[in-house]
């Protein structure tokens, strides 16, 4: 087998194995999306007890939930602070 043999073959494998991870990865973002388009159809992203309306997502910014956000902010400074004066 000479040298030019060995690269072509080289070169076809490669492109081969590359087509067939690029499928793979295709296949997989289908998957994934669709399970959660199903997810999302049953409800299932839902917290028990949220009303069927409701997000499970973050508050959006100037939602109202200002105090809330302000005051998660506060507790993990304070937290922090606290862990570097014991350290």
Not at 18 to 47: D, E, P, Q, T, Y
Request: glycine share 12%; with cysteine.
């Amino acid at each position: 087998m000479t040298i030019v043999q060995m690269l072509e073959q080289s070169g076809v494998l490669t492109l081969l194995g590359m087509g067939i991870v690029f499928s793979f990865l295709v296949i997989l973002i289908v998957c994934v999306s669709l399970a959660g388009k199903i997810i999302h159809a049953f409800g299932a992203n839902k917290a028990p007890g949220q009303p069927p309306g409701a997000s499970t997502g973050g508050a959006p910014e100037g939602s109202g939930n200002a105090a809330v956000t302000t005051a998660v902010t506060a507790a993990i400074s304070a937290a922090v602070n606290e862990y570097q004066k014991t350290r």
